[in-house]
C-alpha cells in the first residue's frame, strides 16, 4: 500500500498537505501511518467552457495559475473566458478554506519536508499547481504522493517535485475512478471530521 512504502521512505518528520476532497481520506492514512501533521491545500480545477469535466487548468493558494495550453486552443477559450471562470474558482477555493480549517491557521511549510497527496492523477494540472504553490513558500522539499495515476502525468510531475510516489502506474489509464472499489465523493463534512481527528493527536499543534 501507498502509506506502507512512504513509511519505508520516510526517516523524518514530515507534513502531508492533501487536496480536498478526495485527497483528505488518503492523507489522512499517510498521516497516521507517518506520525505525520496533516492539513489540506485547496486547488481548484479549470473546467473547460461546455466542457467542465476537461481541466483546462488549476487555480492554487497563493495566486499559482496552471494552464493547459493545448486545450485552451483546441477549444478556443479565450482570455476573458479563463479569468471569469478563475475569479470563479477563486471564491470557492476561499470558501473551502474557511470551511475545513476554521479558526485553525494554515501550517506552516517553510523549511518543511512536505508531501502533497491526492486520491490519484489523471491530467495532473490540480498536483502541478500545488507543487508550484507551496514551492512560493519556501519548503525544505515537495514531495508528491497518490495511490493511482497516469504514467506520463507521474512523469511529468517528477520534473517539478523532489519526488513523486504513484503507487499504481497502470499500462491503460482512462480515470482515477477506475481504480477504486467504492468511489464515492468525499463529502465537505467528511473533510472536515477527518482534519479535527488529525488535530486532536499528540504533537499536532505544536508550531
Known sequence: MLRQRLKQESS?????????????PVGFEVAL???????VFVVRKLGAPGHEELA???????????????????????????????????????RREKLYRGERPPRRVQGESV???????ATGYSMRAAVLAVRQQAPKAVMVAVPVGAR???????????AVFCFRVPGEFV??????????????EEVRALLDRASQRPGQNAA
Open 33 to 39: 501511518a507517518l506520525n505525520a501533521k496533516l492539513d
Open 115 to 121: 508531501i502533497l497527496v491526492d486520491d490519484g492523477v
Open 56 to 94: 483546462m487548468g488549476a487555480i492554487a493558494s497563493g495566486g499559482v495559475r496552471v494552464i493547459n495550453t493545448e486545450v485552451v486552443n483546441a477549444l478556443h477559450v479565450t482570455p476573458e473566458e479563463i479569468e471569469e471562470i478563475a475569479l470563479r474558482e477563486a471564491e470557492e477555493l476561499n
Open 175 to 188: 480515470a482515477v475512478g477506475q481504480w477504486y472499489r467504492n468511489f464515492t465523493q468525499t463529502s465537505d
Open 12 to 24: 523524518e518528520q514530515l507534513l502531508i498537505l492533501a487536496l480536498p476532497r478526495g485527497g483528505v
Open 152 to 162: 506520463e502525468t507521474c512523469e511529468e510531475l517528477g520534473r517539478e517535485a523532489d
